[in-house]
Every structure is written in C-alpha cells, then in structure tokens.
C-alpha cells in the first residue's frame, strides 16, 4: 500500500478534514471505495439468487467483506502515520489487529445496543455520545499498540485525546459524527426508495466503507502530526541489553577486579560474597576500591556512604587512599545528613592527612555540620577545629562560609 507524495509531505501540516477526502480521492482511495462496492453487490446477488444455502453463503461473505474493511482501514491508519519512527509497521498488524479492530466497534454496538434497550431514545443519545467522544481514542490506541485491553482502558483515552490537542481531537470525534449521519440517511433512504430492496444495503455499506477507510487515514494524519505529542519521536520499545555476564566465583573476581576494575554489579557481586565468609583485610581492601568507583565512576554518594558505615565496624580508622575522593566521603556523608558518620570520617581523615591541603575544608565541613546541634557528642571536637580554623590561615574562598559558622555557633553556644 504505497503512500502518496502528498502524504508524504503533509506531516509537517496541520491536521485537515480534506485529507481523509484527498485519500478517498487518491487511486488507492476509489481503488479500495470500487473493490468493497463490488463486493457488497455480489454479496447481495447472493442472497437472493435462488441457489441452496445462497443466505448462509451471503451471510459468511458479509461477515469476511467488514473483516477486510477493518484490516485495510487499519493499514490505511499505521500507513498515514508511517512518517513516525517505532510505529508497527503494516505488515505487523495483519489480521489479528483487523480481529481486534472487528472486536472494538463490535463491543461498541452492543453497548449501544444494551443502552438503547434499558433507556430508551436517552439510552440512544446517550450511548452515540459516548462512542462518538471513545472511539476515536480507542482506535488509535488500538491500532497503535495493538492492544485491546489498553484500548478499553479509560484513563488512556483521557491521556490520547490531551495529546492530541481539542482541536484535532474534536475534528475526528467531528468526522465521526459526520460518518453515522450520512450512514443514517443513506438508511433511511434506501428504505423510502426501495423498502427492503437490496439497493438500501449496498449504499449503506458503500457509505460506510469509504468513511471508515478515509477516517482511519484522517487518525492516522493525527498520529503523524502530533508523533512528538505521543513520544513516538523514537521507537517504542528498546533493546534490552544483555545481562553482563561475569565469573560468580570470589577468588577469580577478585582477582578480576584487583588488576583490571570492574563494574557495579561486580563490585556488588564480590561484596555480598566478601561478607559472608571474606578475610577481613581483603574486605577492607575491597571496600576501599568499590567507595571510591561508587564516588567517581558510578557517582552514588548514597550507596558509598552506606558501604563506607560497614567499613568502620571492620576498622575504626578506615580511611581511603586519596585525600580528595575521603573528603569526598566527608562531604556525602554531611550532605546526607549523617552527623555521626561525618564525624568519624573526619577525623580519620585528619589522622591519615593532617598536611593536605584538603584538611580545613574538611574541619569546616564538620563545623557547618554541628553548628546547630549543641548536643552531639562531638560538639567539642568541632569547637576546637573551629578554634583552629579561626587561629589559622584560611583559603580567601572559605571566609564566608567560617564567617557564617561562626555566627551560627554564637547563637548555639
């Protein structure tokens, strides 16, 4: 079903009513309109030609003749929207979505139907007001992710319509309405002219047929004017990358991660091994390599601090080997609002780096951090880091912030 130049170059338009006339106008269009016309003719010659189970063969052939009406009308819809990345294509939907799309406006009658007899003419109004503002929604849905129970979910029709905008929204809910009028008088003239004739049901059915085909290409423009509205910019569905596959063993990964690193499931891996039967030292040791990829490369200060809370029940004095990725750990843990873990962390790291130049900023990350809690027991190793600090030579850039400590351990004193 190849698609027109115009078709082609009318995504970037607004949405029209004249499309769904310029496709039945196109050859593909009358092609299609001429093909179901011949059919319904032949269908009903069938009926009334006196041959044994001419009713039941007309009746079979008519069921296969709206069979194919919803599964070409469904390629017309994916083919209109073809401009847009992660559609199914046609070849996908097949006669399973026509089944599908058979199934929808089938539920779609009896509804009205079940209405029509438990209320009346209200019953009447009120379910072809509901289909009216529905289908177009549950079409679309439908045909696009194939689906018919997410077609029957109402909250997703909500959620169409709102992306689609109440103008477009309401041109295709208009089209409809367009549809069961004409459909309607088209009926109701067929039984005036010829009161059941066989001239009423093919221009019924002409009728309808050529309104379906031309309003699932109008939905299938909408799907391809609003494809950013509908995140269908990029393909639905992604691949799924394979699971990383990896030795279980401890011994090999850690040898695996000690001389060529690892990812964070390895490090995870390796870790839930080490802590139930690994050496102390080499859970230290380990420890220390998997904080520090937690804080560069993997960039979750929360989960190092977490593996960094289960270090010091191994070793007090745990610190890491770099003065600036443990000050690092200093500042996720104040950051995370931990008092006692920062704490700890500082002072192992003014133990193992008293000379770095990273020490102050340390010292008065801690200060910042108890400023307002004058009950926690380092309280007093913070005041005399504080004292320090303001005894000292600080960094031009830390002026303001020791300013501000100050004053806020004035007002806590």
């Not at 309109?33 to 059919?39: E, R």
């Not at 299938?220 to 269908?232: F, I, Q, S």
Request: with cysteine; aromatic share 8%; glycine share 8%.
């Amino acid at each position: 079903m190849a698609r027109t130049g115009l078709e082609r170059d009318s995504c970037a338009q607004p949405l029209r009513l004249a499309d769904a006339f310029d496709y039945l106008g196109s050859p593909e269009g009358i092609r299609w309109v001429a093909g179901f016309w011949f059919a319904i003719v032949f269908i009903e010659a069938l009926a009334r030609a006196p041959i044994p189970l001419g009713g039941l063969a007309a009746f079979v052939l008519r069921f296969i003749a709206w069979f194919m009406l919803y599964r070409i009308a469904s390629e017309t819809l994916l083919e209109a929207a073809d401009d847009t990345p992660g559609l199914p294509r046609r070849i996908e939907g097949g006669d399973g979505l026509a089944w599908r799309h058979v199934a929808l406006w089938l539920i779609g009658t009896l509804a009205l139907v079940a209405l029509t007899l438990w209320a009346g003419p209200f019953g009447t109004a009120l379910g072809a007001l509901a289909l009216l503002l529905v289908l177009p929604a549950a079409t679309i849905l439908l045909t696009l992710g194939r689906s018919l129970l997410t077609a029957l979910w109402p909250p997703s029709w909500l959620r169409l319509a709102a992306r689609l905008g109440r103008r477009d929204y309401g041109l295709l809910c208009g089209a409809l309405l367009g549809i069961g009028a004409i459909y309607a008088l088209t009926a109701g003239v067929g039984r005036i002219v010829q009161p059941d004739g066989w001239l009423g049901p093919i221009a019924q059915f002409t009728v309808w047929s050529a309104g379906v085909l031309g309003w699932f290409h109008l939905a299938g423009r909408a799907v391809a004017v609003h494809r950013e509205d509908l995140n269908l910019t990029d393909p639905d569905t992604e691949v799924e990358p394979e699971p990383e596959r990896f030795t279980r063993d401890p011994d090999a990964l850690w040898e695996e991660i000690r001389s060529r690193g690892g990812s964070r499931a390895m490090h995870a891996e390796l870790a839930r091994h080490l802590v139930v039967d690994g050496p102390p030292d080499r859970r230290l040791t380990h420890g220390r390599m998997h904080i520090e990829a937690l804080l560069l490369a993997f960039e979750d200060p929360v989960e190092a601090v977490d593996r960094s809370a289960a270090m010091l029940d191994l070793d007090p004095g745990f610190c890491l080997s770099d003065a600036e990725v443990m000050r690092a750990l200093v500042v996720a843990a104040a950051d995370q609002d931990h008092p006692d873990l920062a704490m700890r962390f500082a002072e192992n790291f003014l133990a193992v780096f008293a000379n770095s130049a990273k020490a102050t900023s340390v010292r008065l990350r801690a200060c910042e951090l108890l400023a307002d809690r004058p009950e926690h027991p380092g309280r007093a190793l913070a005041a005399d880091w504080l004292a320090e600090l303001n005894a000292g030579d600080v960094p031009d850039a830390l002026q303001a912030r020791l300013e501000a400590v100050n004053a806020r351990w004035a007002r806590g004193a």
